[in-house]
């Protein structure tokens, strides 16, 4: 399905006949300048707006000063296709199919739920001071002040159903000329080459354990697109300090309030109190009426 969807994308750009505004792109040099509700396309009988192609910017994480005639173009091209597939699946019925209608239902819920922690979050972001970003930075030298760039070997093997015997096979082997031997009889696709790692990329106990053992071990990390078996060949320091540093340890400290609010218990007991299950999901979700317990949890 997401081939086909990429193939229409691809080929819909071409096949579209909208009528655009010719001062969205001739009178653009970085930034195209157009009021919140200023229509700028016309699909069929759907409008497109400004305020439209700009949220599709925040979804895009596209900064003013890279939206080039070449990315409106492209995102602009991405956003008309959207909404003439949309047009064509409604002239189809599809939004009465009942999965459609519950994939509607949960992307609504979904943008809810993110609107509100990201609502809690936002405020208590803003409320990051200088104080507690300069105590962040103190607190993780080894991501800062004392940040390494390793230079390593790396062997890697793309995350398949068929490469996790093989890596399960070379765990124990002790260079990476064994397990690349081994990964070959495995006929397990893999890639050596040479690569450049940050201290700032792992945990401090991750870290730490390289250090110690880096001159005389190879290391293996899983990514979530592959699996890279590495040892250390060199190794520099390369402090960052200042406005970089802060920029940052201001994202970290807002990613980590994002997870603690998305994660959080209380979040979680709030809707536990105000749910009641039907049938066997009220047993298998521990909540058959004999197992009710007081709000104390006693």
Known sequence: MAQQYAALMRAGRCALLISISGALLAGCDKKPAASAGQVIAHVGKDDVTAQEIENEFRWTATPPDKRDEATVKRVLGDL??????????????????????LDMLRSREQALANAFVGRDVATQAAAIGKTEIDRFITSQPWKFANRQILTVEQITIPATANSRAAVEATKDLKSLDEIDRKLNEFKALHSRSMGILSSSEFSREVFDAIEAKKD???????????????????????????????????????????????????????????????????????????????????
């Not at 959207?82 to 189809?92: D, N, P, S, T």
């Not at 890279?228 to 920029?247: D, I, L, Y």
């Not at 400290?253 to 809707?271: G, H, I, M, P």
Request: no cysteine; proline share 5%.
């Open 216 to 298: 005389t071990e190879q290391f293996y990390i899983q990514t979530p697109s592959a699996g890279v078996f590495f040892q250390v060949k060199g190794q520099e320091t390369q402090p960052v300090t200042g406005e970089v540093a802060a920029n940052i340890a201001r994202r970290q400290l807002v990613a980590d309030l994002l997870r603690s609010e998305a994660n959080t218990k209380s979040l979680a007991a709030a809707a536990d109190s105000e749910v009641k299950y039907e049938g066997q999901y009220a047993r298998i979700m521990g909540k058959e009426p004999g197992d009710a317990k007081a709000p104390d949890g006693k």
């Open 80 to 101: 008309v296709l959207r909404k003439y597939l949309a047009q064509k699946a409604v002239a189809a019925e599809l939004d009465r199919d009942p999965t459609v209608l």
